[in-house]
Nanobody, 119 residues
């Protein structure tokens, strides 16, 4: 069965950095576009970054461009999100999934990892 396990979240001050990891299993990882999504209470989960199966093509939500960087290691079935210059509005639960749309993932969601940006 498919498993998506996110890690790396935490509490960080504005301007700080975090690196999120997502270990995937149960599907052909390299054959899927992978995405990081985030969700805050009362709002829809949305994709903030996605990466093609080869890692060549990447797309970002406008509000994170220049600050976030997505990467993947197909040998380890892992996708990463490097987040720099974090802002309070980046506070959310972050999830990874195979990309199906701006608000949709292909598989059942994992538990996510909480990112809190606060002084």
């Amino acid at each position: 069965q498919v498993q998506l396990v996110e890690s790396g979240g935490g509490l960080v001050q504005p301007g700080g950095s975090l690196r999120l990891s997502c270990a995937a299993s149960g599907f052909t990882f390299s054959g899927h576009v992978m995405s990081w999504y985030r969700q805050t209470p009362g709002k829809e989960r949305e994709s903030v970054a996605r990466i093609s199966g080869t890692g060549v093509n990447k797309n970002y939500l406008d509000s994170v461009k220049g600050r976030f960087s997505i990467s993947r290691d197909n040998a380890k079935n892992t996708v990463y999100l490097q987040m720099n210059n974090l802002k309070p509005e980046d506070t959310a639960v972050y999830y990874c999934n195979a990309f199906e749309g701006r608000t949709s993932g292909r598989f059942a969601w994992g538990q996510g990892t909480q990112v809190t940006v606060s002084s």
